[in-house]
């Protein structure tokens, strides 16, 4: 089983094979499942299947096609991806299908990676790109933060039915906002600006859609959250889905998910291993967000802090390691600094960078 975070595939894949976002998608997944196996085995998240079980189960049926469904609760594993592929094995599998939110995105890829299959996901949120991207986030059984396992192809499909997403808690889609925007201040890391002159081009095309991302989301999102608020599928909460998943993963899949997340998503990647429990509750987005006041302090955009802090504070968001539910003592602050330091995300040997770095942390008390 591959895990290798260093060893890259030089190839870039952008994205899944097939992308679909649009109303009463649930009623078409079967036909499209169909197109890559007959036995699929779904894997799906508890409150995912209760909302949507009858629906996709109907929908496949229709279609000829006999799947055997694994209801899971736990984080992506490589524990829970080989159990799971186990089962697809025994069940003759011959494709996933991934039904839920952004971890079950991830372990149904991996479930398909350890099992030799493909892989289908139905997002039931857009609050990341893991729907979408070519990799893993994989974590140990308690919720710690393992490492990043990155596949040489593209998923399937990946199937986002606006409904389902309309009805969704706001929580979830700003998430996915915050996250999507976090791409541009992040592959700026430590500076204010690129430039294509001293950029490799697949860097500074990643960064441009970034920007533009960026651009849109700060100026439509709001709407789209008041939408989705009184859950109706729009045209503001569609675009915004758009630019949260397929948009966004196609600036991680460019950059073969480096250079795209620095230090806010070490920060989250802290949070997991330090504060585990502590930080159960907390949605990536929401912790990637926290971190974001770190990266714009580290980058030299202080002029920015304030703007996204009331950005946040209208999606009803966390602000600060309190609000995650970790207490933002000199003493956690600075174990989160010293994840950033150990990581390779930080390669710095001058003091005023470490300096500056101790600041930009302690912008999240």
């Given at each position: 089983m591959a895990s290798s975070t260093t060893e890259l595939d030089t190839a870039i894949k952008?994205?899944?094979?097939?992308?679909?976002?649009?109303?009463?998608?649930?009623?078409?997944?079967?036909s499209e499942i169909a197109r890559f196996?007959?036995?699929?085995?779904?894997?799906?998240?508890?409150?995912?299947?209760e909302v949507m079980g009858d629906s996709l189960m109907l929908s496949m049926e229709?279609?000829?096609l006999q799947p055997q469904v694994e209801v899971y609760g736990?984080?992506?594993?490589?524990?829970?991806?080989?159990?799971?592929?186990?089962?697809?094995?025994?069940?003759?599998?011959d494709e996933i299908v991934g039904v839920g939110g952004g971890k079950i995105m991830d372990l149904a890829k991996a479930v398909g990676e350890t099992a030799g299959l493909g892989t289908v996901n139905i997002p039931t949120a857009a609050s990341s790109c893991a729907p979408f991207t070519c990799m893993s986030v994989m974590y140990t059984a308690e919720g710690g933060k393992k490492l990043s396992w990155r596949f040489d192809h593209e998923i399937d499909a990946c199937l986002m039915d606006m409904d389902v997403i309309a009805?969704?808690?706001?929580?979830?889609?700003a998430a996915g906002?915050?996250?999507?925007?976090?791409?541009r201040i992040e592959m700026l890391n430590g500076k204010p600006s690129l430039s294509l002159s001293d950029t490799p081009v697949d860097i500074f095309s990643a960064y441009s859609i970034a920007e533009y991302t960026y651009g849109a989301l700060r100026d439509n999102a709001l709407v789209a959250i008041e939408d989705n608020r009184r859950h109706e599928a729009t045209k503001a909460l569609n675009d915004v889905a758009f630019m949260n998943v397929p948009i966004t993963g196609v600036i991680a899949n460019t950059t073969k998910s480096f250079k795209q997340s620095e230090l806010a998503h070490v920060i989250y990647d802290g949070v997991r291993t330090i504060f585990t429990s502590e930080g159960q509750k907390a949605v990536h987005g929401e912790i990637v967000g926290v971190g974001l006041f770190c990266q714009l302090y580290f980058n030299d955009q202080q002029d920015q802090m304030q703007e996204l802090r009331e950005f946040m504070h209208a999606m009803d968001m966390p602000l600060s390691f309190d609000d995650l539910g970790i207490e933002s003592s000199d003493k956690n602050l600075d174990s989160i600094e010293e994840y950033i330091v150990n990581s390779?995300?930080?390669?710095?040997?001058?003091?005023?960078?470490?300096?500056?770095?101790?600041?930009?942390?302690?912008?999240?008390?």
């Open positions: 952008f994205g899944a094979g097939r992308y679909r976002q649009e109303r009463g998608l649930l009623a078409e997944c079967g196996g007959k036995r699929p085995l779904v894997v799906a998240g508890p409150n995912s299947w229709g279609e000829g736990g984080w992506c594993s490589f524990e829970g991806a080989e159990e799971l592929a186990e089962k697809a094995r025994q069940f003759g599998a009805n969704c808690p706001i929580r979830f889609t906002i915050v996250d999507a925007m976090a791409k390779r995300h930080y390669n710095s040997d001058d003091p005023d960078d470490r300096r500056r770095l101790h600041e930009a942390v302690h912008q999240m008390a």
